[in-house]
């Protein structure tokens, strides 16, 4: 796996697909791993952590997995992504759900990362919301930026060699993460979706729940 910036030690945390309480990162440790990001391709702004609900900082806590080391586990009813570590412990980083988040679950795999990608709305949602035909396919979809709902990073979920158009991604709304929000696959804080887009290659495999 690919290094990336590095994540909390906590304990606290049990076995399988449940959590407990434990202790979260203290203010000024949070403010490290989330501050300004200036080299990015669009410079990103500092967090406000202390305005976000600390179990939802990126933190190392200890999971029981009968999945591989490596395996990304959405937990859609914690709010929650596992990125599976040796020794019976994960990565864990907050995540928000929008209508896909919730659609689909199983087992799939990453079949691509995308830096700062373009969003291409999908037919079924132009349908639904006419003023994002300017986006479509056709029309090139919406440039990379920091408004782009994909936000710095996106990784691409296929099963069976097809698009499941789910997607992980980034997102400078930070007050989303720990709730269901109208639109979108599972969004990350822009810092998280960089820190696991480079800790995980393609062909990584993912499990919804």
């Known amino acids: 796996m690919l290094k990336g910036a590095g994540a909390f030690a906590l304990t606290g945390v049990l076995a399988g697909c449940t959590t407990t309480a434990s202790d979260a990162p203290d203010l000024s440790a949070a403010k490290a791993l989330y501050g300004p990001l200036p080299k990015e391709r669009f410079p990103i702004a500092a967090l406000p952590v202390e305005k976000i609900d600390p179990q ?12 591989p080391v490596g395996t990304i586990i959405v937990d859609t ?19 928000g759900l929008g209508r896909a988040g919730f659609s689909w679950s199983g087992s799939a795999m990453v079949q ?22 300017k986006y479509s396919h056709e029309n090139g979809g919406m440039q990379p930026g920091l ?14 060699g097809r698009d499941t158009l789910y997607r992980l991604h980034g997102t400078p709304e930070y007050w989303s993460i720990g709730k269901a929000v109208s639109s ?26």
């Open 56 to 67: 939802y900082y990126r933190q190392t806590v200890r999971y029981r997995t009968k999945e």
């Open 147 to 160: 408004k782009n709902p994909l936000g710095a990073r996106a990784l691409y979920i296929f099963k069976d």
């Open 77 to 95: 009813s914690s709010f929650f992504l596992y990125l599976v570590q040796p020794d019976n412990k994960a990565i864990r980083y907050g995540v």
């Open 112 to 133: 691509w990362k995308r830096k700062w990608p373009t969003w291409t709305p999908p037919a079924e949602m132009i349908k639904r919301e006419p003023h994002l035909e």
């Open 184 to 209: 979108g696959c599972v969004r990350l804080f822009n810092h998280d979706i960089i820190d696991l887009y480079q800790r995980v290659p393609n062909k990584t495999p993912i499990v919804v729940m």
